[in-house]
């Protein structure tokens, strides 16, 4: 299984090496445990802590995270989720929940690019490895 998040986070890199970028690969396990952390040298200090929070509420929620954008601003039903769950879980684009061969599920975020970058990223990641 580690072998497969490998593979997954290599082909993140190598998409963010295309584009120019710097990135971080966060994979977390369905219960939000780290699986794999991967920072690319120059990949921007705080994408260390928003790369996890988008794997976290990726695989937490069952959701990729650009799905909960607009549902986290003010009036919105999750207004305050950031806050409310000590600032675990996110509403920024570049996470999205993926299942291994095991049948296992996990969360991948990617963060060091702009928004649209960072889910262009995770799209190809989990094309090129078949777990979209």
């Known amino acids: ?28 396990d369905t219960h939000g445990n780290p699986a794999l952390l991967h920072r690319m040298t120059g990949a921007p200090m705080h ?44 509403g920024f684009g570049g996470g999205a929940p993926f299942v291994v061969s095991s049948s296992e599920r996990f969360g991948l975020g990617i963060s060091g690019g702009t928004t649209e970058e960072d889910i262009d990223i995770v799209r190809v990641a989990l094309a090129k490895h078949g777990a979209a």
């Open 1 to 28: 299984m580690l072998d497969e998040l490998k593979t997954i986070a290599g082909y993140a890199e190598d998409e963010a090496t295309s584009a120019g970028l710097a990135i971080v690969v966060s994979i977390v």
């Open 47 to 90: 994408s260390l802590e928003m790369a996890f929070r988008k794997a976290y509420t990726a695989a937490t929620f069952a959701v990729a995270t650009e799905e909960l954008t607009e549902k986290v601003q003010p009036g919105g039903p999750l207004y305050g989720l950031s806050v409310n769950s000590g600032s675990k879980l996110i």
